[in-house]
Protein backbone atom coordinates (compact mmCIF):
# COMPACT_ATOMS: atom_id res chain seq x y z
CA UNK A 1 0.00 0.00 0.00
CA UNK A 2 2.62 2.61 0.82
CA UNK A 3 4.75 1.54 -2.32
CA UNK A 4 1.62 2.71 -4.90
CA UNK A 5 0.48 5.78 -2.84
CA UNK A 6 4.18 6.84 -2.83
CA UNK A 7 4.61 6.49 -7.35
CA UNK A 8 1.45 8.16 -6.71
CA UNK A 9 3.30 10.99 -4.69
CA UNK A 10 5.69 11.30 -6.30
CA UNK A 11 3.96 11.55 -9.71
CA UNK A 12 2.12 14.31 -8.49
CA UNK A 13 4.85 16.05 -6.83
CA UNK A 14 7.31 15.88 -9.76
CA UNK A 15 4.98 17.97 -11.75
CA UNK A 16 3.47 20.41 -9.21
CA UNK A 17 3.64 23.72 -10.52
CA UNK A 18 5.69 25.24 -8.07
CA UNK A 19 8.48 21.89 -8.10
CA UNK A 20 8.69 22.77 -12.25
CA UNK A 21 9.39 26.78 -11.61
CA UNK A 22 11.86 25.84 -8.76
CA UNK A 23 13.70 23.77 -10.99
CA UNK A 24 13.93 26.17 -13.84
CA UNK A 25 15.40 29.14 -11.40
CA UNK A 26 17.84 26.78 -10.12
CA UNK A 27 18.97 25.28 -13.47
CA UNK A 28 19.21 29.63 -14.38
CA UNK A 29 20.94 30.12 -10.95
CA UNK A 30 23.98 27.44 -11.72
CA UNK A 31 23.83 28.51 -15.14
CA UNK A 32 24.71 31.84 -14.23
CA UNK A 33 27.43 31.11 -11.45
CA UNK A 34 28.64 28.37 -14.47
CA UNK A 35 29.43 31.13 -16.65
CA UNK A 36 30.62 33.79 -14.73
CA UNK A 37 33.91 33.20 -14.13
CA UNK A 38 36.44 30.73 -15.70
CA UNK A 39 35.16 27.92 -13.51
CA UNK A 40 37.54 26.96 -10.41
CA UNK A 41 35.60 23.32 -9.71
CA UNK A 42 36.50 23.46 -5.95
CA UNK A 43 34.73 26.48 -5.45
CA UNK A 44 32.34 25.97 -7.66
CA UNK A 45 30.84 22.87 -5.61
CA UNK A 46 30.18 25.56 -2.90
CA UNK A 47 27.67 27.58 -4.71
CA UNK A 48 25.64 24.20 -5.61
CA UNK A 49 23.06 24.36 -2.47
CA UNK A 50 22.35 28.16 -3.07
CA UNK A 51 21.81 27.17 -6.48
CA UNK A 52 19.20 24.87 -5.50
CA UNK A 53 17.63 27.10 -2.91
CA UNK A 54 14.58 27.90 -5.61
CA UNK A 55 14.16 24.07 -5.84
CA UNK A 56 14.14 23.35 -1.67
CA UNK A 57 11.86 26.22 -1.68
CA UNK A 58 9.40 24.43 -4.23
CA UNK A 59 9.96 20.98 -2.65
CA UNK A 60 8.94 22.63 0.97
CA UNK A 61 5.97 24.85 -0.11
CA UNK A 62 4.50 21.73 -2.80
CA UNK A 63 5.14 19.18 -0.05
CA UNK A 64 3.19 21.18 2.54
CA UNK A 65 0.39 21.37 0.36
CA UNK A 66 0.24 17.97 -0.67
CA UNK A 67 -0.06 16.54 2.95
CA UNK A 68 -2.68 19.16 3.42
CA UNK A 69 -4.57 17.50 0.64
CA UNK A 70 -7.20 15.86 2.61
CA UNK A 71 -7.81 18.45 4.99
CA UNK A 72 -8.37 20.75 2.04
CA UNK A 73 -10.61 18.41 0.45
CA UNK A 74 -12.22 17.51 3.77
CA UNK A 75 -11.28 14.18 3.24
CA UNK A 76 -10.20 13.25 6.83
CA UNK A 77 -13.30 11.65 7.84
CA UNK A 78 -13.45 9.17 4.68
CA UNK A 79 -9.57 8.04 5.32
CA UNK A 80 -10.61 7.25 8.57
CA UNK A 81 -13.35 5.16 7.96
CA UNK A 82 -10.26 2.96 5.99
CA UNK A 83 -7.99 0.11 7.06
CA UNK A 84 -4.89 1.23 8.66
CA UNK A 85 -3.42 4.40 10.29
CA UNK A 86 -2.24 7.30 8.69
CA UNK A 87 1.46 6.15 8.64
CA UNK A 88 1.47 4.69 5.48
CA UNK A 89 -0.15 8.79 4.01
CA UNK A 90 2.74 10.22 5.67
CA UNK A 91 5.51 7.97 4.66
CA UNK A 92 4.27 8.17 1.06
CA UNK A 93 5.29 12.04 1.30
CA UNK A 94 8.45 11.91 2.95
CA UNK A 95 9.17 8.59 0.18
CA UNK A 96 8.09 11.41 -2.79
CA UNK A 97 10.74 13.70 -1.68
CA UNK A 98 13.26 10.96 -3.08
CA UNK A 99 12.65 11.44 -6.68
CA UNK A 100 13.28 15.21 -6.22
CA UNK A 101 16.52 15.08 -4.04
CA UNK A 102 17.12 12.96 -7.26
CA UNK A 103 16.59 15.68 -9.67
CA UNK A 104 18.94 17.93 -7.91
CA UNK A 105 21.61 15.55 -7.87
CA UNK A 106 21.07 14.92 -11.65
CA UNK A 107 21.28 19.17 -12.02
CA UNK A 108 24.69 19.05 -9.72
CA UNK A 109 26.27 16.47 -11.35
CA UNK A 110 25.20 17.69 -15.06
CA UNK A 111 26.05 21.41 -14.40
CA UNK A 112 29.51 20.23 -12.81
CA UNK A 113 30.18 18.22 -16.08
CA UNK A 114 29.33 21.12 -18.30
CA UNK A 115 31.81 22.84 -15.86
CA UNK A 116 34.36 20.41 -16.27
CA UNK A 117 34.23 20.69 -19.66
CA UNK A 118 35.69 24.30 -20.13
CA UNK A 119 39.44 23.99 -21.26
CA UNK A 120 40.16 26.72 -18.89
CA UNK A 121 38.19 24.45 -15.87
CA UNK A 122 40.71 23.71 -12.80
CA UNK A 123 40.43 22.39 -9.43
CA UNK A 124 38.60 18.76 -8.19
CA UNK A 125 35.31 19.45 -6.43
CA UNK A 126 33.92 17.89 -3.28
CA UNK A 127 31.68 15.42 -3.86
CA UNK A 128 30.69 16.20 0.30
CA UNK A 129 30.18 19.75 -0.45
CA UNK A 130 27.75 18.64 -3.62
CA UNK A 131 25.50 16.49 -1.62
CA UNK A 132 25.19 19.73 0.53
CA UNK A 133 22.11 20.55 -2.23
CA UNK A 134 20.27 17.72 -2.87
CA UNK A 135 19.98 17.04 1.18
CA UNK A 136 19.07 20.65 1.44
CA UNK A 137 16.16 19.71 -1.19
CA UNK A 138 15.46 16.74 0.86
CA UNK A 139 15.47 18.39 4.11
CA UNK A 140 13.15 21.63 2.62
CA UNK A 141 10.62 18.68 1.44
CA UNK A 142 10.59 16.88 5.14
CA UNK A 143 9.83 20.03 6.87
CA UNK A 144 6.82 20.29 4.71
CA UNK A 145 5.75 17.45 5.19
CA UNK A 146 6.36 17.99 9.12
CA UNK A 147 4.47 20.87 9.35
CA UNK A 148 1.77 19.68 7.35
CA UNK A 149 1.11 17.32 10.29
CA UNK A 150 2.13 19.68 13.14
CA UNK A 151 0.80 22.68 11.77
CA UNK A 152 -2.21 21.82 9.82
CA UNK A 153 -3.11 24.83 8.64
CA UNK A 154 -2.02 26.24 4.83
CA UNK A 155 -0.01 29.23 5.48
CA UNK A 156 2.73 27.14 7.69
CA UNK A 157 4.50 26.12 4.65
CA UNK A 158 4.92 29.65 3.00
CA UNK A 159 6.12 31.35 6.71
CA UNK A 160 8.73 28.77 7.18
CA UNK A 161 9.49 29.33 3.60
CA UNK A 162 9.73 33.22 4.65
CA UNK A 163 11.62 32.68 7.81
CA UNK A 164 14.03 30.01 6.18
CA UNK A 165 15.16 32.88 3.43
CA UNK A 166 15.27 35.62 6.10
CA UNK A 167 17.79 33.20 8.22
CA UNK A 168 19.81 32.51 4.83
CA UNK A 169 20.00 35.77 4.63
CA UNK A 170 20.95 37.11 7.66
CA UNK A 171 23.89 34.55 7.28
CA UNK A 172 24.94 36.14 3.81
CA UNK A 173 24.45 39.38 5.74
CA UNK A 174 26.65 39.15 8.69
CA UNK A 175 27.87 35.94 7.72
CA UNK A 176 31.85 36.60 8.67
CA UNK A 177 30.97 38.44 12.00
CA UNK A 178 29.60 35.22 13.39
CA UNK A 179 31.63 32.93 15.01
CA UNK A 180 33.08 29.98 12.88
CA UNK A 181 31.36 26.96 14.59
CA UNK A 182 28.06 29.20 14.87
CA UNK A 183 27.66 29.53 11.08
CA UNK A 184 27.67 26.05 10.71
CA UNK A 185 24.37 25.58 12.34
CA UNK A 186 22.69 27.23 9.54
CA UNK A 187 21.60 24.69 6.28
CA UNK A 188 23.47 26.80 3.90
CA UNK A 189 27.18 28.12 4.84
CA UNK A 190 28.88 29.97 1.83
CA UNK A 191 32.26 31.09 1.89
CA UNK A 192 32.78 34.90 2.28
CA UNK A 193 36.57 35.16 0.40
CA UNK A 194 36.60 37.02 -2.37
CA UNK A 195 38.69 35.23 -4.21
CA UNK A 196 38.55 31.59 -5.26
CA UNK A 197 41.01 29.60 -3.19
CA UNK A 198 44.01 27.81 -4.78
CA UNK A 199 42.95 24.30 -3.68
CA UNK A 200 39.48 22.69 -2.31
CA UNK A 201 42.12 21.36 1.10
CA UNK A 202 42.77 25.18 1.70
CA UNK A 203 39.17 25.66 2.48
CA UNK A 204 38.97 23.65 5.71
CA UNK A 205 35.57 23.66 5.50
CA UNK A 206 34.19 20.49 7.94
CA UNK A 207 31.56 19.18 4.83
CA UNK A 208 31.19 15.82 5.81
CA UNK A 209 29.75 16.30 9.56
CA UNK A 210 27.62 19.38 8.02
CA UNK A 211 26.26 16.60 5.65
CA UNK A 212 26.07 14.30 8.45
CA UNK A 213 24.10 17.30 10.09
CA UNK A 214 21.61 17.97 7.69
CA UNK A 215 20.51 14.41 6.98
CA UNK A 216 20.51 13.88 10.80
CA UNK A 217 17.81 16.95 10.73
CA UNK A 218 15.66 15.16 8.02
CA UNK A 219 15.49 12.64 9.57
CA UNK A 220 14.39 14.30 12.98
CA UNK A 221 11.64 16.00 11.07
CA UNK A 222 10.48 12.37 9.68
CA UNK A 223 10.30 10.60 12.60
CA UNK A 224 8.80 13.59 14.68
CA UNK A 225 5.89 13.31 11.85
CA UNK A 226 5.36 9.47 11.73
CA UNK A 227 5.52 10.03 15.59
CA UNK A 228 2.87 12.49 15.68
CA UNK A 229 0.32 9.98 13.58
CA UNK A 230 0.80 7.38 15.13
CA UNK A 231 3.85 5.41 15.39
CA UNK A 232 4.56 6.72 18.92
CA UNK A 233 7.17 4.48 19.91
CA UNK A 234 9.25 4.10 16.82
CA UNK A 235 8.60 7.63 15.72
CA UNK A 236 9.71 8.70 19.06
CA UNK A 237 12.63 6.71 19.39
CA UNK A 238 13.80 7.57 15.66
CA UNK A 239 13.73 11.29 16.66
CA UNK A 240 15.91 10.69 19.98
CA UNK A 241 18.64 8.98 17.55
CA UNK A 242 18.24 11.68 15.20
CA UNK A 243 18.49 14.40 17.98
CA UNK A 244 21.78 12.84 19.15
CA UNK A 245 23.11 12.92 16.03
CA UNK A 246 22.55 16.64 14.67
CA UNK A 247 24.47 17.51 18.12
CA UNK A 248 27.19 15.53 17.66
CA UNK A 249 27.68 16.29 14.52
CA UNK A 250 26.67 20.14 15.15
CA UNK A 251 30.00 20.06 17.82
CA UNK A 252 32.38 18.19 15.46
CA UNK A 253 31.35 20.81 12.52
CA UNK A 254 32.08 23.55 15.03
CA UNK A 255 34.98 22.26 16.31
CA UNK A 256 36.69 21.44 12.42
CA UNK A 257 35.22 24.81 10.61
CA UNK A 258 37.65 27.34 9.42
CA UNK A 259 39.23 29.77 11.85
CA UNK A 260 38.96 27.18 15.12
CA UNK A 261 42.29 25.08 15.78
CA UNK A 262 41.45 22.11 13.93
CA UNK A 263 40.85 24.05 10.78
CA UNK A 264 43.60 26.50 11.30
CA UNK A 265 45.92 23.44 11.68
CA UNK A 266 44.60 22.03 8.00
CA UNK A 267 44.96 25.06 6.47
CA UNK A 268 48.59 25.76 7.37
CA UNK A 269 49.83 21.97 5.96
CA UNK A 270 47.89 22.73 3.12
CA UNK A 271 49.05 26.50 2.20
CA UNK A 272 52.63 25.10 2.72
CA UNK A 273 52.45 22.40 -0.21
CA UNK A 274 51.40 25.06 -2.56
CA UNK A 275 54.17 26.04 -4.39
CA UNK A 276 53.29 27.53 -7.72
CA UNK A 277 54.93 26.22 -11.06
CA UNK A 278 56.62 28.82 -12.90
CA UNK A 279 57.69 29.28 -17.10
CA UNK A 280 59.20 31.44 -18.71
CA UNK A 281 58.28 32.66 -22.56
CA UNK A 282 60.04 34.67 -23.81
CA UNK A 283 61.03 38.06 -20.85
CA UNK A 284 58.17 37.20 -19.07
CA UNK A 285 57.77 34.87 -16.23
CA UNK A 286 54.43 33.44 -15.30
CA UNK A 287 54.16 31.83 -12.08
CA UNK A 288 50.82 29.56 -11.32
CA UNK A 289 49.60 27.32 -8.40
CA UNK A 290 49.58 23.95 -9.52
CA UNK A 291 46.84 22.64 -11.88
CA UNK A 292 46.21 26.28 -12.52
CA UNK A 293 49.07 26.32 -15.37
CA UNK A 294 46.05 25.69 -18.30
CA UNK A 295 45.00 29.98 -17.33
CA UNK A 296 48.84 30.66 -18.21
CA UNK A 297 47.66 31.38 -22.51
CA UNK A 298 44.95 33.57 -20.75
CA UNK A 299 47.89 36.17 -19.32
CA UNK A 300 49.76 35.72 -22.09
CA UNK A 301 47.62 36.46 -24.89
CA UNK A 302 47.02 40.17 -22.60
CA UNK A 303 50.38 40.40 -21.61
CA UNK A 304 51.96 39.91 -25.77
CA UNK A 305 49.55 42.49 -27.11
CA UNK A 306 50.88 45.33 -24.94
CA UNK A 307 54.80 44.28 -25.08
CA UNK A 308 53.92 43.89 -28.77
CA UNK A 309 53.02 47.68 -29.24
CA UNK A 310 56.15 49.45 -26.88
CA UNK A 311 59.25 49.80 -27.59
CA UNK A 312 61.99 46.54 -28.09
CA UNK A 313 64.26 47.80 -25.20
CA UNK A 314 60.63 47.89 -23.07
CA UNK A 315 59.52 44.77 -24.56
CA UNK A 316 62.70 42.91 -23.42
CA UNK A 317 62.66 43.81 -20.18
CA UNK A 318 61.82 41.10 -17.41
CA UNK A 319 58.41 40.65 -15.83
CA UNK A 320 56.77 38.32 -13.41
CA UNK A 321 53.47 37.81 -13.30
CA UNK A 322 52.49 36.32 -10.21
CA UNK A 323 48.79 34.14 -9.11
CA UNK A 324 47.89 34.98 -5.32
CA UNK A 325 44.54 34.48 -3.90
CA UNK A 326 43.15 36.82 -1.52
CA UNK A 327 41.68 35.79 1.88
CA UNK A 328 38.50 37.48 3.87
CA UNK A 329 39.91 35.99 7.09
CA UNK A 330 43.48 36.16 8.29
CA UNK A 331 43.24 33.18 10.74
CA UNK A 332 41.82 30.83 8.12
CA UNK A 333 43.94 31.01 5.74
CA UNK A 334 47.54 31.60 7.06
CA UNK A 335 48.07 34.68 4.35
CA UNK A 336 46.15 37.63 3.54
CA UNK A 337 45.87 40.33 0.98
CA UNK A 338 48.28 40.13 -2.05
CA UNK A 339 52.05 39.97 -2.59
CA UNK A 340 54.15 42.24 -0.63
CA UNK A 341 54.26 44.96 -2.95
CA UNK A 342 55.47 48.79 -3.48
CA UNK A 343 56.32 49.86 -7.29
CA UNK A 344 56.32 49.29 -10.85
CA UNK A 345 59.24 47.07 -10.35
CA UNK A 346 56.88 44.26 -8.36
CA UNK A 347 55.57 41.34 -9.91
CA UNK A 348 51.60 41.89 -11.73
CA UNK A 349 49.54 39.88 -9.41
CA UNK A 350 46.63 38.04 -11.15
CA UNK A 351 43.76 36.34 -9.21
CA UNK A 352 42.70 32.74 -8.79
CA UNK A 353 39.54 33.18 -10.43
CA UNK A 354 39.45 34.86 -14.07
CA UNK A 355 35.81 36.15 -15.49
CA UNK A 356 34.13 35.06 -18.67
CA UNK A 357 31.98 36.47 -21.36
CA UNK A 358 31.73 40.21 -21.28
CA UNK A 359 32.84 40.57 -17.82
CA UNK A 360 36.75 39.00 -18.57
CA UNK A 361 36.99 42.64 -20.61
CA UNK A 362 37.32 44.47 -17.04
CA UNK A 363 40.19 41.62 -15.84
CA UNK A 364 41.72 41.99 -18.85
CA UNK A 365 42.02 45.51 -19.02
CA UNK A 366 43.40 45.36 -15.31
CA UNK A 367 46.08 43.40 -16.26
CA UNK A 368 46.70 45.10 -19.30
CA UNK A 369 47.07 48.39 -17.22
CA UNK A 370 49.42 46.63 -14.87
CA UNK A 371 51.68 45.45 -17.99
CA UNK A 372 51.66 48.57 -19.11
CA UNK A 373 52.40 50.49 -15.56
CA UNK A 374 55.87 47.96 -15.82
CA UNK A 375 56.66 48.97 -19.23
CA UNK A 376 56.19 52.61 -18.67
CA UNK A 377 57.95 52.64 -14.73
CA UNK A 378 54.93 54.59 -13.92
CA UNK A 379 54.56 55.17 -10.40
CA UNK A 380 52.46 52.96 -7.79
CA UNK A 381 50.05 56.16 -7.71
CA UNK A 382 49.08 57.86 -10.52
CA UNK A 383 46.93 61.26 -10.25
CA UNK A 384 46.50 60.22 -6.28
CA UNK A 385 49.85 60.79 -5.42
CA UNK A 386 50.39 63.92 -7.76
CA UNK A 387 49.81 67.56 -6.95
CA UNK A 388 47.16 69.40 -8.85
CA UNK A 389 47.50 68.76 -12.98
CA UNK A 390 50.38 66.97 -12.60
CA UNK A 391 49.54 62.96 -13.38
CA UNK A 392 52.33 60.91 -14.87
CA UNK A 393 52.97 61.71 -18.47
CA UNK A 394 52.51 57.98 -19.83
CA UNK A 395 48.93 57.34 -17.62
CA UNK A 396 46.99 57.95 -20.85
CA UNK A 397 49.34 55.79 -23.23
CA UNK A 398 49.34 52.91 -20.41
CA UNK A 399 45.28 52.96 -20.62
CA UNK A 400 45.15 52.55 -24.55
CA UNK A 401 48.24 49.89 -24.47
CA UNK A 402 45.66 47.55 -22.20
CA UNK A 403 42.90 48.25 -24.32
CA UNK A 404 43.81 49.12 -28.25
CA UNK A 405 44.22 45.45 -29.08
CA UNK A 406 41.34 43.86 -26.99
CA UNK A 407 37.96 44.65 -28.08
CA UNK A 408 36.54 43.82 -24.56
CA UNK A 409 39.20 45.98 -22.72
CA UNK A 410 38.47 48.98 -24.92
CA UNK A 411 34.59 48.24 -24.15
CA UNK A 412 35.52 47.58 -20.49
CA UNK A 413 37.44 51.09 -20.23
CA UNK A 414 34.85 53.24 -21.79
CA UNK A 415 32.56 51.81 -19.37
CA UNK A 416 34.78 52.70 -16.30
CA UNK A 417 35.69 56.28 -17.78
CA UNK A 418 31.73 56.84 -18.09
CA UNK A 419 31.30 55.74 -14.08
CA UNK A 420 34.00 58.52 -13.18
CA UNK A 421 32.44 60.96 -15.56
CA UNK A 422 28.86 60.06 -14.08
CA UNK A 423 30.42 60.21 -10.58
CA UNK A 424 32.45 63.87 -11.17
CA UNK A 425 35.79 65.07 -10.54
CA UNK A 426 37.72 63.48 -7.23
CA UNK A 427 36.86 60.03 -8.33
CA UNK A 428 40.09 57.64 -9.07
CA UNK A 429 40.05 53.58 -10.36
CA UNK A 430 42.28 51.17 -8.78
CA UNK A 431 43.89 49.12 -11.25
CA UNK A 432 42.61 45.89 -9.36
CA UNK A 433 40.52 43.27 -8.08
CA UNK A 434 42.24 43.37 -5.08
CA UNK A 435 44.11 46.58 -3.29
CA UNK A 436 47.93 46.71 -3.62
CA UNK A 437 50.51 49.53 -3.07
CA UNK A 438 51.99 48.60 -6.30
CA UNK A 439 48.49 49.33 -8.40
CA UNK A 440 48.26 52.19 -10.84
CA UNK A 441 45.58 54.88 -9.45
CA UNK A 442 44.22 56.85 -12.87
CA UNK A 443 41.21 58.87 -12.68
CA UNK A 444 39.13 60.79 -15.21
CA UNK A 445 41.77 63.02 -17.37
CA UNK A 446 43.84 59.54 -18.29
CA UNK A 447 40.83 58.14 -19.14
CA UNK A 448 39.46 60.61 -21.64
CA UNK A 449 43.37 60.66 -23.24
CA UNK A 450 43.29 57.04 -23.36
CA UNK A 451 39.60 57.22 -25.23
CA UNK A 452 41.19 60.49 -27.59
CA UNK A 453 43.62 57.94 -28.57
CA UNK A 454 41.66 54.75 -28.91
CA UNK A 455 39.44 56.87 -31.61
CA UNK A 456 42.50 57.40 -33.75
CA UNK A 457 44.33 54.78 -36.21
CA UNK A 458 46.29 52.75 -34.19
CA UNK A 459 49.54 52.52 -36.61
CA UNK A 460 49.61 56.92 -36.34
CA UNK A 461 49.42 56.30 -32.29
CA UNK A 462 52.12 53.89 -32.43
CA UNK A 463 54.09 56.07 -34.14
CA UNK A 464 53.90 58.72 -32.01
CA UNK A 465 54.61 56.61 -28.84
CA UNK A 466 57.81 55.86 -29.88
CA UNK A 467 58.82 58.78 -30.56
CA UNK A 468 58.17 60.50 -27.67
CA UNK A 469 58.72 57.14 -25.33
CA UNK A 470 61.28 59.11 -23.76
CA UNK A 471 58.96 61.76 -22.19
CA UNK A 472 56.11 59.24 -21.93
CA UNK A 473 58.28 56.99 -19.54
CA UNK A 474 60.28 59.76 -17.78
CA UNK A 475 59.15 60.11 -13.48
CA UNK A 476 58.76 64.28 -14.20
CA UNK A 477 56.87 63.96 -16.86
CA UNK A 478 53.31 65.31 -16.62
CA UNK A 479 49.92 64.64 -18.90
CA UNK A 480 49.97 67.62 -19.76
CA UNK A 481 53.05 67.22 -21.99
CA UNK A 482 51.91 64.13 -22.95
CA UNK A 483 49.20 65.72 -24.84
CA UNK A 484 51.05 68.15 -26.57
CA UNK A 485 53.68 65.73 -28.02
CA UNK A 486 50.35 63.29 -28.49
CA UNK A 487 48.50 66.25 -30.46
CA UNK A 488 45.60 66.07 -27.76
CA UNK A 489 43.93 68.76 -26.21
CA UNK A 490 44.62 69.74 -22.86
CA UNK A 491 43.59 67.31 -19.98
CA UNK A 492 41.37 68.90 -17.38
CA UNK A 493 41.95 68.06 -14.12
Known amino acids: ?17 FVLVGLVLSCWLLWREITANRPVLHF ?3 ATPTALMPLAGAALVAANLATLRARRDHAEDLYATMPGRPVPRVAAHLAALLPV ?23 TPSLLELAAGPVVVLLAGTLGVALGRLVPVPVAGPLALVGWLLVSMVVFAIGPAIGPGVLWFSALVPDFRPDAPPSGVVLARPAGWHLVYLLALAAGLAALTVARVGARRSGLGGFAVALAVVLAAGVAQAGAAPGS ?15 QNCQAHESVTYCAYPGFEVRVPLWRDVVRRVRDRVPAAAASAPLRVV ?7 AASSGATGRLPSNGPEDPVVVPVSWPAGDTAGFERLRLGIAVAQRSLA ?12 RPAAGGGVALWLAAVADPGAAAALRADLKDLRDAGPGLLYVNSSHSSLSDFTWGRAEGEQAVLLLDRPEAEVRGLVADHWALLAAPAGTLAQAATALSLPAPAC
Open 101 to 123: ALVAVALVAAGVAWAASDPYAVG
Open 378 to 389: LPALGTAGREGC
Open 323 to 329: QQAQHWD
Open 1 to 17: MTAALARVETWRLLRHP
Open 44 to 46: LDL
Open 261 to 275: AAGDARVATAEAALR
